[in-house]
Each structure stands twice: as C-alpha cells, then as structure tokens.
C-alpha cells in the first residue's frame, strides 16, 4: 500500500493557475503508475492524467494543453493547471497503482479541493 498526501488546492480565479503536489510517504513504485483524478458531486471520477516512471504521460480530452503531469524523482508527482476554468472545479485525488492493474483500482490520497472563480 502507498500512503499518498495531496497539497496545493484552493481558490484561484478564472485563467489562474494552481500546482498541486502529490507525495508518497515512502517512494512510488518503480513500477507503478501515478495519475490524478477528479470529481463534482454526484459524478464518477475522471481521470485528468497519468505519468508512468518512464516519465510517459496521457491526459484526459478537456485538458487540451492546459494542464502539465511530472515528477521530482520518486516521491512527489505534480499538476500543474494553468488557464483554469470554473468547470474545474472540483476535489483533485491523486492514484496510484501497478502498471498491470485496472485504471481506477490501486492507493488513492485523500483529495484536495480546488475552486476556480467566474
């Protein structure tokens, strides 16, 4: 099991920008894959991107370019969100879990709320 820490939420006003940091309390798998995901109320949780060790990203279609995946060596993967929107607003929960399992299983953070002002 991977303990994970969310960090960097909050309030930013439309076209803004926020990082959100996601840490491990010991070290992400060398063979795990790490993504962040988001939820609304009342909605399944989308998946916003993914980042494997090899530093392979994906993103989700409404991203379009406006959102960045990385990482800090092995214990931290960051979000960067810029020209946020009030769509985004949403609890941003970071995953992860092995390479070989199905998306959505695996270790979740406790998820960290991020609102963006019309």
């Known amino acids: 099991q991977v303990q994970l820490v969310e960090s960097g939420g909050g309030l930013v006003q439309s076209g803004g920008s926020l990082r959100l940091s996601c840490t491990a309390a010991?070290?992400?798998?060398?063979?795990?894959?790490v993504a962040w995901y988001r939820q609304t109320p009342g909605n399944q949780r989308e998946l916003v991107a993914t980042?494997?060790?090899?530093?392979?990203t994906t993103y989700g279609d409404f991203v379009k370019g406006r959102f960045t995946i990385s990482r800090d060596g092995a214990k931290t993967v960051y979000l960067q969100m810029n020209s946020l929107r009030p769509e985004d607003t949403a609890v941003y929960y970071c995953n992860t879990r092995p390479l070989w399992t199905v998306p959505g299983g695996g270790d979740w953070g406790q998820g960290i709320q991020v609102t963006v002002s019309s």
């Open positions: 010991r070290i992400f798998p060398s063979s795990y894959i």
């Open positions: 980042i494997t060790s090899g530093l392979a």
